[in-house]
T-cell receptor, first 116, second 108 residues
Framework: NAGVTQTPKFQVLKTGQSMTLQCAQD?????MYWYRQDPGMGLRLIYY???????DKGEVPNGYNVSRLNKREFSLRLESAAPSQTSVYFC???????????????FGPGTRLTVL | ELKVEQNPLFLSMQEGKNYTIYCNYS?????LYWYRQDPGKSLESLFV?????AVKQEGRLMASLDTKARLSTLHITAAVHDLSATYFC????????FGKGTRLHILP
């Protein structure tokens, strides 16, 4: 049981390059999230997917796209990277159904992205 | 739209002391989450509070939720150095939104 996995762990891009961050979970969760973390800013929600087949914008969606490929996988794409997108990106998943006992949100290890 | 505010943002305290981190949120939140993050690491779930009056405890940490006041607290009892970390709270409307975090530094 790997939990939430993310690839890559580190990436350096040049301005204008594109890339896709991959995220997968094996906990049969219905909801998945992408956050970015910048010093002093906490975690800001980029996009989320409440269930398979749906995606919605979060607090800071500009410059990003997402795909909920299936129940397990949720990818984040930067079409034309900019220095302002230098950040640590976290993927997370949870089960949002009813009032089950736990409903914890589990995080992946993060991707450290630098855009030059 | 849900907004989550934590205070203080930074806290330096002596070992053995008690302290409380506050988490206010702006609109109805279906549940309230608390997390811990160590430097350079990912986030670790501490508590999920589901209803008004909910209280959960793990070791020296205790979290509570008052939905009428839109307030959750994380209380630290007799702090030890190992509890030094950044603590986040987060609320849920149709998505999970985080506060900016409280950086806790416990002096030996």
């Amino acid at each position: 049981n790997a939990g939430v996995t993310q690839t890559p762990k580190f990436q350096v891009l040049k301005t204008g390059q594109s890339m896709t961050l991959q995220c997968a979970q094996d906990m049969n969760h219905n909801s998945m999230y992408w956050y970015r973390q910048d010093p002093g800013m906490g975690l800001r929600l980029i996009y989320y997917s409440a269930s398979e087949g749906t995606t919605d914008k979060g607090e800071v969606p500009n410059g990003y796209n997402v795909s909920r490929l299936n129940k397990r996988e949720f990818s984040l794409r930067l079409e034309s990277a900019a220095p302002s997108q230098t950040s640590v990106y976290f993927c997370a998943s949870t089960m949002l159904q009813g009032t089950s006992l736990n409903n914890e949100q589990f995080f992946g290890p993060g991707t450290r992205l630098t855009v030059l | 739209e849900l907004k989550v505010e934590q205070n203080p943002l930074f806290l330096s305290m002596q070992e053995g002391k008690n302290y409380t981190i506050y988490c206010n949120y702006s609109t109805t939140s279906d549940r309230l989450y608390w997390y811990r993050q160590d430097p350079g690491k990912s986030l670790e779930s501490l508590f999920v509070l589901l209803s008004n009056g909910a209280v959960k405890q793990e070791g020296r940490l205790m979290a509570s939720l008052d939905t009428k006041a839109r307030l959750s607290t994380l209380h630290i009892t007799a702090a030890v150095h190992d509890l030094s970390a950044t603590y986040f709270c987060a609320g849920l409307d149709d998505k999970i939104i985080f506060g900016k975090g409280t950086r806790l530094h416990i002096l030996p």
